[in-house]
Structures are given as C-alpha cells and as structure tokens.
C-alpha cells in the first residue's frame, strides 16, 4: 500500500513539471486599400514577391502563402569553445480582397510570421515567436503601390 502512495507522490511531481503551450500567430498584420482592380492588385502583388518561393497561391480566395525562407538570426549563443548562431525563418501570409468592383478598390493584408530557435540543446528543437519591427510587411506594400502606378 505504502508502494502505491510512493508512486502515487513520484508520477505527480514528475507531471507537474511538464507543461504544454500554444503558439498563435502574432505576427506583424499590414493592410492597404489601392484604387485598382482585383486582378491589377493580385498581379502587383505576385510581381512583388519577386525570388520569394511560394507554397500556395489561391488567386480565387485571394491568398498567398510563402515558404519558410530560412537564415541566420543576429543573436549567438557562446559555449566554451564554440559561438553559435541561432537559427531564423520567415513566411508571410498575403490577402487580397476585392472590396468594391465598382469604385474598383482592393485590400492587401500581409502578416510576416518570423521564427528562431537556439543552435542546440532541448531549445534547439523548438521554433519560438520573434517579433518583427513591420519594415519587411511596409516595404512590400511600397513595392505593390509601385507596381500598380506603372
């Protein structure tokens, strides 16, 4: 009987230890009204992705999703001998929404995800939330406005 209190007192103190959390995406969100079409606004967007890999391009449900584009984070972790640079990621998720044929107006919402995980050890297995400064998201909404002035 004693065995089973033992165990009882040993399994919860190892459990409450674990914990598990939810990430929601919290990254920056840009939008844009342009006075253009949906089919101008849908193409300035694409031609301003330029190189950007995309995963899924839903041109029916105005959406664009990129691929992780990966890189090296400016932050460094120093062990004894070595300094090691964490790893980044990014993707941005892209909308457009018709919101008046007529007066012929289109909105762009981009939301860059950005992502870092440290070189090694039990965090080096997790990607974590990065806040972003929204300079990427407002240079992209710069280059769709150009590209629908030409």
Same mark, same amino acid.
Not at 17 to 36: H, I, L, S, W
Not at 66 to 95: C, H, P, Q, Y
Not at 121 to 137: C, L, N, P, V
């Given at each position: 009987?004693?065995?089973?209190?033992?165990?009882?007192?040993?399994?919860?103190?190892?459990?409450?230890?674990?914990?598990?959390?939810?990430?929601?995406?919290?990254?920056?969100?840009?939008?844009?009204?342009?006075?253009?079409?949906?089919?101008?606004?849908? #193409?300035?967007?694409?031609?301003?992705?330029?190189?950007?890999?995309?995963?899924?391009?839903?041109?029916? #449900?105005?959406?664009?999703?990129?691929?992780?584009?990966?890189?090296?984070?400016?932050?460094?972790?120093?062990?004894?001998?070595?300094?090691?640079?964490?790893?980044?990621?990014?993707?941005?998720?892209? #909308?457009?929404?018709?919101?008046?044929?007529?007066?012929?107006?289109? %909105?762009?919402?981009?939301?860059?995800?950005?992502? %870092?995980?440290?070189?090694?050890?039990?965090?080096?297995?997790?990607?974590?939330?990065?806040?972003?400064?929204?300079?990427?998201? #407002?240079?992209?909404?710069?280059?769709?406005?150009?590209?629908?002035?030409?």
């Amino acid at each position: 009987m004693q065995y089973k209190y033992c165990l009882l007192i040993l399994i919860s103190l190892f459990t409450g230890c674990v914990y598990f959390t939810k990430t929601e995406p919290d990254g920056n969100v840009n939008r844009r009204v342009f006075q253009a079409s949906y089919d101008d606004t849908w #193409n300035a967007v694409i031609l301003s992705l330029g190189d950007i890999p995309l995963e899924k391009v839903d041109k029916s #449900n105005g959406f664009i999703k990129t691929a992780w584009i990966k890189g090296k984070s400016e932050k460094e972790t120093s062990g004894l001998l070595f300094v090691r640079s964490w790893k980044e990621r990014s993707r941005l998720l892209i #909308n457009v929404t018709s919101i008046s044929a007529i007066d012929k107006n289109a %909105e762009v919402t981009i939301t860059l995800h950005a992502e %870092e995980k440290a070189p090694g050890g039990i965090q080096g297995s997790m990607w974590q939330r990065k806040a972003t400064d929204g300079s990427f998201e #407002n240079s992209l909404i710069e280059k769709i406005e150009q590209f629908l002035t030409y």
